[in-house]
């Protein structure tokens, strides 16, 4: 079958590999679409999470069932998504069922062959389906939307009023759609610093679209990084509220050194927000299925997969043209 694999930083190459071949009980998929995530570029850039090389990338995909078990609940050609996820399932979060707080969390992609190929081999319990009336490509959106329910449910537990989004990459903008349109938040912005990613931001439906916050102090209930940049951190503590709560949904490529005395001086609580549960997910296909939020305006292109590399590429260069791109693997 046809793969996208990581060979080492800045080297993927779409290959020819074995079929998988599923294990009692799994459901075999064939991929039509994977979405490039954030954290697939943090591999590309930095050859983080990957245990072994080479791999199989990617954990965003929408499929179809070509084979199931009898008693699985899925047939050939139920259109699915699934949940990427590999906890380890001994520690105390996953003892619990909390799976996206295990500390040793990885992502098939990462800790195992991914969903950038022809075909993948999965669990059924990990499995989502859509409709049949949703275009095919956009059930490749669940699994990052899943990211973004995850942490507004995290966000609005505290009833803010008003929420600053810091970084309009595809997360930020997807948690900025649902503050505002889905969960209704009075006031949302989100700020950018790349001009195009601020162009995009007009589809969120965000109240201000912000480029510099220079000047701004405690002007916010709430504060989200979706970037994962030291200089976020820090701009969002001063830009929160006193008493207020900033969120990190982001990963860090460098630890970041931020003022911890202006976090104890204004009473700030620093939530951290990983990833999603199964419940999330089922949400973000539901949205998906109903049509609650047109989020196609994000899949900037769809390109083969044999052109995954320049792909990766484009989605790294400083200049940004390009907010999600998938690869097709259908046939």
């Known amino acids: 079958m046809k793969a996208v694999r990581y060979h080492g930083i800045g080297d ?13 009980g799994e459901v075999l998929l064939r991929i039509l679409y994977g979405g490039i995530c954030g954290s697939d ?3 590309y850039r930095k ?17 179809r069932v070509v084979k199931a078990p009898g008693d699985s609940g899925y047939y050939p050609g139920d259109l699915v998504t699934g949940d990427p996820r590999v906890p380890c399932g001994k520690c105390q979060a996953c003892q619990s069922g909390e799976y996206q707080r295990c500390a040793l969390l990885g992502f098939i992609g990462e ?32 699994e990052p939307l899943a990211v973004a329910v995850h942490a507004c449910r995290r966000i609005t537990k505290s009833g803010p009023s008003s929420v600053l989004v810091m970084g309009a990459g595809p997360i930020g903008l997807l948690v900025a759609s649902l503050l505002k349109q889905v969960y209704g938040i009075g006031w949302v912005d989100i700020a ?22 220079e000047g701004v102090h405690d002007q916010y209930d709430t504060v989200c990084d979706v970037v994962g940049l030291e200089v976020v951190l820090g701009t969002a503590l001063q830009v929160v509220k006193p008493g207020g709560q900033v969120h990190v949904t982001a990963i860090y490529e460098r630890l ?19 990833a999603y549960t199964m419940e999330d997910l089922r949400e973000a296909a539901a949205m998906i299925d109903k049509g609650t939020v047109d989020f ?8 083969p997969a044999e052109e995954a590399c320049d792909a990766f ?16 693997f259908d046939r």
């Open 41 to 43: 570029l943090h591999i």
């Open 256 to 274: 970041p050194v931020t003022d911890v005395n202006l976090l104890v001086g204004k009473e700030i609580t620093l939530v951290g927000n990983n």
């Open 192 to 213: 950018d610093i790349d001009g195009y990613r601020r162009r995009m931001a007009r589809h969120a439906g965000v109240d201000h679209i912000l480029e510099d916050l």
């Open 296 to 303: 196609s305006w994000m899949i900037s292109r769809i390109q």
């Open 111 to 142: 800790v195992s062959p991914g969903a950038f190929a022809e075909f993948l081999a999965i669990s059924p319990e990990k499995l989502v389906k859509f409709n049949e009336e949703i275009e095919e490509f956009q059930g490749a959106l669940a």
């Open 12 to 24: 993927v190459r779409t290959e020819y590999v074995a079929d998988p071949v599923p294990r009692q």
């Open 313 to 328: 590429e484009s989605l790294v260069a400083r200049d940004k043209k390009d907010l999600k791109i998938l690869l097709s």
């Open 47 to 63: 050859g983080m999470f990957v245990e072994k090389i080479p791999e199989i990338m990617g954990h965003e995909f929408v499929a």
